[in-house]
């Protein structure tokens, strides 16, 4: 398993009790914060994914996705 990187800057939060059925949740970006940790990155995207913590912490947060794809040969059967 490769270590979590965590984008800095940008923080993710469930919707608020009473925002509509169709909010799925919010994001703060902190400006500087995310532009200083973007320029440290080297890929030209980045996928990030939004979880929710494991009980019994209740908020969600955001990791940078590093999933690759498998470039081994497929076999034909």
Known sequence: MTELVFPEGLRVF???QKA???VKGALLINRQELIDWLQQQHE???RIDILQAKAPKTGWYCK???WKPDNA???DF
């Open 14 to 16: 469930k919707p608020r």
């Open 20 to 22: 509509p059925e169709f």
């Open 44 to 46: 030209e995207e980045i």
């Open 64 to 66: 940078v996705d590093d």
């Open 73 to 75: 040969p497929q076999a």
